[in-house]
């Protein structure tokens, strides 16, 4: 699919993320909705109402200049005001009410979309900005809900087919490939719903390096832990060690031992035997950098990583994606939460990028060693909260999208973000190699 710009494209992804959340939110009672599963999750409730509240204050405020539906939600609702753990103790509307409230919002910011010009000299307005950004606000918190079912307890509500199997020839791939050294583009300028801290494109030059073919898998991950890798300090930057030590990290979240001492793991409510060859996931940073630590290798750093989905040597250009510049479809990538778990190593061979390098895109949120930080260049838009605040040393940058994230959210610049310590999110990984002289072309 060509990129456009056209309102139709933006009203498709509009609807398409209203019809997962209330499918994420329908199908648990009253009770599920409005407890709180972890203090790292919100209630679902207040997602629900939260996704309506940002439609208000940017659709039917910001874009069309109305008074809006209901600008006393704004201060409960308001993510920097309140803590996840402390907004059960909010005055939230009701799980009935929200419903009312965001279908209230989206009724009008409808019936306003068709006021709002594609042609723009206002950066909001401009190519339909305002709303390719709220499609993917929705979606992100579509996301964040789907990671509280995962923490949920309780009867399995979530049902989706299986992923596609590996490819015929996932078996003959190499293990890595030679990412060759010199400037590609990073970032992007024209990327029309691309986030501020996706901009702007420029050059970086990155030396020869390898990099995984596929993400870590299962398999060799319980070699890890089989080897003593949670015992063994070595492995450990000092505060990832100190971590382990005070959470008692033994294995990903989710995973428990059997009877026979194998690996089991809770998927959505469902517990079943840890698949090999399926991409690691619910691992924090300090997990993946101690396993690619102990393999003798390193996490990519956030250039390396988007220079082997982007970089295209035979065009000398930067791609949209690993496979080019088209959409991605089901032949590409697990996206879209069309699968509730990875697929195996291997999958998706349409989604290769130029160096033969599989599944960038979907399955997991790959950690990288980069800390989250502005582009050169850099400019807040269209609120500092955005990005801005979040910039500096505490959190480690994420890329390529997991099972959970739909295609309007996820492209081959998008940036993720998190804390080191963070289990919950659909996080694996892959590694990386220097390259050696005489190994570099």
């Not at 940073?285 to 970089?311: C, I, M």
Request: with cysteine.
């Amino acid at each position: 699919m060509a990129l456009t710009t056209d309102l139709d494209r933006a009203l498709t992804a509009l609807d398409t993320a209203r019809l997962r959340t209330l499918a994420l939110t329908d199908c648990v009672d009253e009770g599920e909705l409005t407890a709180q599963h972890s203090p790292l999750m919100s209630p679902l409730v207040w997602d629900l109402a939260h996704i309506g509240n940002q439609e208000d204050i940017w659709l039917v405020r910001a874009a069309a200049g109305r008074p809006g539906v209901r600008p006393d939600l704004d201060g409960i609702y308001d993510a920097f005001q309140h803590t996840r753990s402390s907004r059960t103790e909010l005055p939230l509307l009701r799980p009935d009410q929200a419903r009312r409230y965001i279908a209230q919002v989206r009724d009008q910011a409808l019936h306003l979309l068709g006021d709002v010009p594609a042609e723009s000299e206002d950066p909001l307005l401009a190519d339909r900005f305002v709303l390719g950004m709220i499609a993917q606000h929705e979606q992100q918190h579509d996301e964040t809900m789907l990671a509280t079912h995962q923490l949920r307890r309780g009867a399995v509500a979530l049902t989706a087919a299986e992923p596609p199997p590996a490819a015929a020839d996932a078996l003959r791939l190499p293990r890595e490939a030679l990412i060759p050294g010199g400037p590609f583009t990073m970032g992007t300028s024209t990327d029309p719903w691309a986030l501020d801290n996706e901009r702007p494109a420029h050059q970086v030059d990155v030396p020869a390096f390898y990099l995984d073919t596929a993400p870590v898998v299962n398999a060799d991950y319980e070699a890890f832990i089989a080897d003593g890798g949670y015992e063994d300090p070595r492995w450990w930057t000092e505060t990832g060690w100190a971590h382990r030590c005070h959470a008692g990290l033994e294995a990903p979240l989710f995973w428990t031992r059997d009877v026979s001492g194998g690996w089991l793991r809770r998927r959505f409510g469902a517990v079943e035997p840890v698949p090999p060859n399926e991409p690691v996931v619910h691992v924090s940073w300090y997990e993946a950098d101690a396993y690619a630590r102990w393999a003798g290798r390193r996490l990519p750093t956030e250039a390396e990583w988007e220079k082997a989905a982007r970089h295209d040597p035979s065009a000398g250009r930067s791609r949209r994606y690993p496979w080019g510049d088209a959409d991605p479809g089901p032949e590409h990538a697990n996206l879209g939460q069309r699968h509730l778990r990875p697929a195996p190593a291997g999958a998706y061979p349409e989604g290769r990028s130029a160096h033969g390098v599989g599944q960038l895109i979907g399955d997991v949120w790959e950690w990288t060693s980069s800390d989250f930080q502005p582009y050169p260049g850099f400019v807040a838009f269209p609120y500092k909260e955005y990005s801005e605040v979040f910039f500096g040393t505490d959190y480690k940058v994420l890329r390529g999208g997991a099972f959970g994230v739909d295609p309007v959210a996820c492209r081959g610049t998008f940036r993720n973000w998190d804390f080191p310590i963070r289990r919950q999110i659909f996080s694996g990984f892959r590694t990386a190699r220097d390259a050696h002289p005489g190994e570099a072309v």
